[in-house]
């Protein structure tokens, strides 16, 4: 072992010593000129090696540049950097080309916008995660009063109800009964609580009545809690004898009634007119066997807690609301926030044997002039005057409602 390695020195060794002397041959048969040229060219290539070196440097730092930060971006041409990837797929630190690749580092770099690489694909949008159900929209709320008298256009039925005639009367004796959208060509008799007729017409028979009666009858009592609304009453054969609703115990709520002679007649407790228009009333002159019509849009007898609100009362003959006490005392009467006119006065309250009325209120309503008596929109008795509200009541030229004295 010692022997060989031996050897190979002395041969390194011969080898370094023929060096300068196969450069000092060159150098000894070479004319001056012409070595100093071999010189310098050797010394040119020399630079341009070291040059090139130096370029390829900075081509790989250039390239380590371009995914070092984590972001990938297109490759310059020339290069194979980009193509070796996925869209969108980024790179950690690179040192140097990649394996296979082919870095001109004389190459010119392109403008991005010009260069012939793939579009990188957009980032993914990302659809934000639905949030909880939204509460339900709360019930619209009651639509504001009509401004202006009530008429034709906001009650009775509602234009394109369907209707379905039904001929005939028609009595109700189960509790709790809904009518919706018939055609009544008949007499109505309510003899349960807590029905509802809506969205209806009551027109009576083809022929003309002989005897009084009211096309509807609201006799359950006081407790009958019967629901009229957004209907029509009227008499399809006009007759002297003809009435609207008589009873107790009911609402009317957006209701027409015309056509008749007394259009609502009260006999007993707990009544509402509401938002309805009373008008049109029939009237017929004395002849030899019957005496001259006294036609009321509201005729009270007898009862307690009675509002008559929001409505219109016109065309009635003798008044648009009587309280006549015929058959006991009326207690509790609101008359509210109406447009009235026509009567010999508008409001006739008598007291009879019973005294005023307790609990009388006749207020903030409007008042037409077209009474036979000129101006009378009230009339009752000085005792009476004493004993109830009156008050915010006008004539529709803006002038002060006064009440009229009666006897």
């Known amino acids: 072992m010692v022997g060989l390695r031996s050897v190979g020195v002395l041969a390194v060794i011969a080898a ?20 100093a040229a071999r010189r310098a060219d050797r010394a040119s290539r020399d630079s341009a090696t070291r040059d090139s070196a130096t370029r390829d440097s900075a081509t790989r730092d250039s390239a380590a540049s371009r ?28 040192h140097g080309p990649v394996a ?17 690489s793939p579009t990188p694909e957009p980032s993914p949008v990302t659809t934000p995660a639905p949030g909880p159900a939204p509460a339900p929209a709360p019930a619209p709320a009651p639509p504001p009063p009509t401004s202006g008298p009530v008429g034709a256009g906001s009650t009775g039925v509602p234009s394109g109800t369907p209707l379905t005639v039904h001929e005939g009367d028609l009595t109700i004796t189960t509790p709790g009964t809904v009518i ?35 096309l509807v009858q609201s006799d359950a009592g006081p407790g009958t809690n019967l629901l009229i609304q957004d209907s029509e009453i009227f008499a399809q054969a006009p007759s002297r004898f003809v009435d609207g609703i008589v009873g107790m115990g009911f609402t009317l709520r957006r209701v027409d009634i015309h056509t008749v002679v007394d259009q609502v007649k009260i006999i007993g407790d707990n009544v509402t007119v509401d938002a309805s228009y009373l008008h049109d009333n029939l009237h017929y002159p004395a002849d030899a066997a019957n005496l001259e019509s006294h036609d009321d849009n509201v005729q009270v007898a007898i009862g307690a ?21 015929d058959r006991g005392s009326v207690t509790g009467f609101t008359f509210q926030a109406n447009s009235a006119d026509d009567g010999a006065c ?33 009339i009752m008795t000085s005792t009476t005057k004493a004993a109830v509200t009156v008050t915010g009541n006008t004539f529709t030229d803006g002038s002060t409602v006064t009440v009229s004295r009666g006897s």
Do not use: H, W
């Open 16 to 35: 370094v010593a023929l060096v300068p002397s196969a450069v000092a041959l060159t150098s000894a048969d070479e004319q001056p000129a012409e070595a």
């Open 67 to 94: 995914t070092f930060d984590g972001v990938t971006r297109p490759a310059l041409p020339g290069t194979s950097l980009g193509e070796s990837r996925g869209a969108g797929v980024r790179a950690g630190p690179t």
């Open 100 to 116: 296979g690749s082919s870095v001109d580092p004389e190459a010119t770099p392109t403008p991005a916008a010009e260069a012939s």
């Open 180 to 214: 919706d959208g018939l055609d009544v060509r008949g007499f109505v008799r309510v003899k349960a609580a807590n029905v509802v007729i809506r969205n209806s017409i009551i027109r009576g028979p083809a022929t003309p009545l002989t005897g009084p009666m009211s």
């Open 305 to 325: 807690n009675i509002q008559v609100v929001n409505s219109t009362l016109i065309g009635s003959s003798n008044a648009a609301v009587m309280i006549t006490q």
């Open 346 to 378: 508008t409001i006739n309250v008598a007291e009879k044997a019973y005294g005023p009325p307790p609990g009388l209120s006749i207020t903030d309503s409007v008042f037409g002039t077209g009474q036979r008596l000129s101006r009378c929109a009230i």
